[in-house]
């Protein structure tokens, strides 16, 4: 009697462990929802991270990275400039006004000209250089009004189209585009260093001072899916930063490491187009009420994205 208590006991503790092992099996091969890489998110909008110089995402990364779709329905883009008057503001012959004071990134980003329809940007990037009499020097349009400087022409400049929001274009290229509908938002910049796909490191042509000693960096790049990525890499950032040998300020050797590497993983294709914005004392980065970046020299335009 006591033998076959024994041995149904050790049954039914075997048959309990053999259901409990096929629960666990059943749980660990369930398919766990894979996280939507942005670039193959038809709903992506736009998104902020920081990065180290492989473009791996990193909390305290040098790199401060906004990635956004033009296309989105949800995002609308301006230009601002530093002007003592309201912007697109017209004088008493019906001409624009176009009188320049000097304005800092933070300036720029809140003062009453940086609003589109009565409300602030959720991001910000500092963008053209300016010159001795605080006029900006490359060509900048603000919502198809033009305020541009002496380089305008000579110049390459960043830009997201007018239309509707799934026809809109992000372009980089030197002066007005031949379709008319493509110079509605343009910041002026310098220093080109992707070209239809192929990289150049534009060290020579920087100068030894901006090449190998002014460099924190403003950039923006246009890739093959039409997706932009900005980014701002400054070791004095308002934020954690821990430098190492592959998160530090960046020579023009390695822009393609770091851009590549973030469109390969957010899924964004590969690098078109690809252009500085005005480093040294002026590069500025906000996004979401926060200024990441921000120098205290003047400068010449910020390009400012808008949340629906």
């Known amino acids: 009697m006591y033998l076959r208590k024994i041995f149904a006991l050790s049954i039914f503790i075997f048959t309990i462990s053999l259901l409990s092992g ?3 099996i059943d749980a660990s091969s369930t398919p766990k929802a894979a996280k939507t890489c942005p670039g193959n998110d038809v709903q992506f909008s736009i998104e902020f991270f920081k990065t180290n110089n492989r473009g791996e995402k990193f909390n305290k990364g040098i790199n401060h990275v906004i990635i956004f779709n033009p296309k989105s329905p949800i995002l609308d883009f301006k230009v601002n400039v530093g002007l003592s008057h309201q912007i697109y503001s017209k004088d008493a012959r019906g001409k624009f006004r176009r009188e320049y004071i ?3 990134f933070n300036e720029l980003i809140s003062d009453g000209n940086s609003k589109l329809n009565g409300k602030r940007a959720i991001a910000a990037i500092n963008a053209d250089y300016i010159d001795p009499e605080n006029k900006p020097q ?4 603000s919502r198809g009004v033009e305020y541009s400087g002496d380089f305008k022409n000579k110049r390459s400049s960043f830009g997201i189209s007018g239309g509707k929001p799934q026809e809109r274009q992000a372009t980089i290229q030197a002066g007005r585009r031949d379709s008319n509908i493509l110079n509605y938002n343009l910041v002026g910049g310098n220093g080109r260093f992707y070209r239809q796909g192929k990289f150049k490191d534009i060290c020579q042509d920087l100068g030894e001072f901006a090449c190998k000693q002014a460099t924190n960096r403003s950039m923006a790049a246009i890739t093959n899916k039409g997706y932009v990525i900005l980014l701002v890499n400054d070791a004095k ?5 821990e430098l190492s040998s592959n998160n530090q300020e960046l020579t023009p050797d390695k822009f393609d490491d770091v851009l590549e590497g973030i469109a390969r993983n957010n899924c964004l294709g590969k690098i078109q187009e ?3 914005f005005d480093g040294g004392m002026s590069p500025g980065l906000y996004y979401n009420n926060k200024i990441y970046v921000e120098n205290f020299g003047p400068i010449g335009s910020v390009f400012l994205i808008y949340k629906n």
Not at 138 to 141: A, E
Not at 237 to 241: D, F, H, L, Q
Request: hydrophobic share 35%; aromatic share 0%; proline share 11%.
């Open 237 to 241: 950032a308002n934020s954690p930063i």
């Open 102 to 104: 000097p304005k800092q």
């Open 22 to 24: 096929c629960t666990r």
């Open 274 to 276: 690809g252009i500085l």
């Open 138 to 141: 490359g060509l900048n349009i």
